[in-house]
């Protein structure tokens, strides 16, 4: 089994900064990526951001020169650094790891990150 654990949601202002943490235990075999998906109320779950095992990232377009992805490949931990958020960043935020030669996806539990105007 593997489990992921979230942190770093809350309540920011427009304007503001918030950092996700998510810590990968468990099963943990090779990973090939981890990434951040956001789910707002109404709307289908979108990729934010992902980085890839060599380093490699990619980010939503709504998200790019705002958020930055990065990891810690010892402790299976990925970071969110959020900065300039906006009202329409407001979300569930869900971890993703993916691993193994079969590209197994697994999910955290979901932070909110809330926004005001």
């Known amino acids: 089994q593997v489990q992921l654990v979230e942190s770093g949601g809350g309540l920011e202002q427009t304007g503001g900064a918030l950092r996700l943490s998510c810590t990968a235990s468990g099963s943990i075999l090779k990973v090939n990526a981890m990434g951040w998906y956001r789910q707002a109320p109404g709307k289908q779950r979108e990729l934010v951001a992902t980085?890839?095992?060599?380093?490699?990232?990619n980010y939503a377009d709504s998200v790019k020169g705002r958020f930055t992805i990065s990891r810690d490949n010892a402790k299976n931990t990925v970071y969110l650094q959020m900065n300039s958020l906006k009202p329409e960043d407001t979300a569930v935020y869900y971890c993703n790891i993916n691993m193994g030669a079969l590209w197994n996806n697994y999910w955290g539990q979901g932070t909110q990150v809330t926004v005001s105007s």
């Open positions: 980085i890839r095992s060599g380093g490699t990232t």
